[in-house]
């Protein structure tokens, strides 16, 4: 994908390594990234909005 291809010797996570990373994705295409601050409310940039 478009997305790995920006990280250099990176490595795979394990599905649920990292519960509280959310992507926000419009049509399976990645906008941006986030995170878990409540059980229902993300943090992220003003600009992905």
């Known amino acids: 994908s478009v997305i790995s291809e920006r990280i250099l ?3 795979d996570a394990i599905p649920g ?3 509280w990373q959310v992507e926000i994705t419009d049509l399976d295409r990645h906008v941006c990234g ?3 601050i409540g059980p229902q409310y993300i943090l992220t940039s003003a600009h992905c909005l």
């Open 9 to 11: 010797n990176g490595t």
């Open 34 to 36: 986030g995170a878990l």
């Open 17 to 19: 390594a990292w519960p």
